[in-house]
């Protein structure tokens, strides 16, 4: 399954910026599907992540500011990014799992894409 990233960029304190994803491949089914980022020197740590029945959850940092959707037809999910700081510089990676076309399970991994919040 492979997993395509686009929207990432440089943004200003206070502006917003909208990440999109789109998977491809022998699909079955997409059971949660959603974003993490890194930013140097840390660890991965959760964004949002939604759930192929719409429950969302999201890292205790972007709740309130950020908003994940998904479009189950389109094997897509994004997410719109509010409020944007400093802090929230980092690669933002997208991640699906769920179950390929021969059953077998798959937790895939996009490439990432860079966004940079700055004066």
């Known amino acids: 399954v492979h997993l395509r990233e686009s929207g990432g960029g440089l943004v200003q304190p206070g502006g917003s910026l909208n990440l999109s994803c789109e998977a491809s491949?022998?699909?079955?089914?997409?059971?949660?599907m959603g974003w993490y980022r890194q930013a140097p020197g840390k660890e991965r740590e959760l964004v949002a992540i939604?759930?192929?029945?719409?429950?969302?959850k999201y890292g205790d940092s972007v709740r309130g500011r950020f908003t994940i959707s998904r479009v189950n037809a389109a094997l897509t999910v994004t997410l719109q990014m509010n409020s944007l700081k400093p802090e929230d510089t980092a690669v933002y990676y997208c991640?699906?799992?769920?179950?390929?076309?021969?059953?077998?399970?798959?937790?895939?991994w996009g490439q990432g894409t860079q966004v940079i919040v700055a004066s």
């Open positions: 991640n699906a799992r769920g179950y390929e076309s021969d059953w077998k399970t798959y937790d895939s």
């Open positions: 491949g022998s699909i079955f089914s997409i059971n949660d």
């Open positions: 939604t759930s192929s029945g719409g429950i969302a």
